[in-house]
């Protein structure tokens, strides 16, 4: 315990770099109004030095929006003195209908140079259940699963959340990262999105949190699964209970990712037998569209429409799907060779 401890000390130190200068307000202004504006000066500084400390591979791009990664975030705390103390750990065991599981748990203080911002009692987790280490969808069972891979990634968690809340790197927009140069064309894109009823931490991939598949990553479902998922998502999103229209919008979004992935999968394995509620030409057309590249369903309209000489997408045949499938390929290729470097 002792190593551990001597361990998450000199992570600790690791994360203070010297800071030469401090940003902090005036506090011997007596002017609160003062104090205000000079804080909102040094915060807007802040976000610059924190921002331009990234690489383009230090951001994901998840449904359109950015999500600084826990190495961006780790990259951004030494250039602005951010330091991490009182942390502390602890290890839960749970139990559920699938049996026993643990969580080990961190949380800590994290504040900025001068004291200008503190943030007390930030947590950060994960379970032996974890979609990618633990036992959800691995095919391991508890037994399997490291519990020091389970414990660094907690901790990860921890810094990843931490570091972003105090410097205000949540909930941002490409649209105002581009003024610093960050923008969506170096960044990872993240497939799917956790929704209200999905299951795992931001970043991975999504999977339900009912029914007997819960936890699994929806790509590691088979095709039986997936339409009983998606015919659960449709009776939900037409309910007229109260108890679940208030769900709707997450319903809606569960059934367009069981489409999408029915339809990769479909165009991927013409010989695959037909699932449960197939996904039509149209909207594998569609998501071939997405995998291209095309910015919109309206720039791969036109070009369906010369290559099957149909304007109804009801009236597409899988002879339809291969010509506009070629013809969609083609326009990619043009648009990567038209690319000015």
Known sequence: METEQNGMEQQERAMVPKVVREIAAPHNDPDPIAIIEARNRAMERLLEYAVTATRPEHWTDQGGKPYLTSAGAQAVARRCGVKVTEVEERKEKHRDQEGDYYEFVYTATFSLPGAIDVIEGVSGSCTSKDPLLGTGGTGKTIADVDPGDIRKKAYTNLLQRGITMLLGLRGLEWSSLKRFNVTPEGAAKIEYKTGGQGGGHQGEEFSFKFGKKKWIPISQLGEEDLGWYLKVSKEDVASTDPKKTKFKANSEKQVKLIEDELARRKNTSAGAAAPVDAPTIWKRLQVLGEQLGFPSEDEIKPIIKKA??????????????????????????????????
């Open 308 to 341: 099957t000489s149909k304007s109804n997408a009801s009236a597409l045949t899988e002879d339809d799907f291969k010509k506009a499938a070629a013809a969609l390929q083609e326009a990619a290729k043009s648009m990567r060779d038209d690319i000015d470097f």
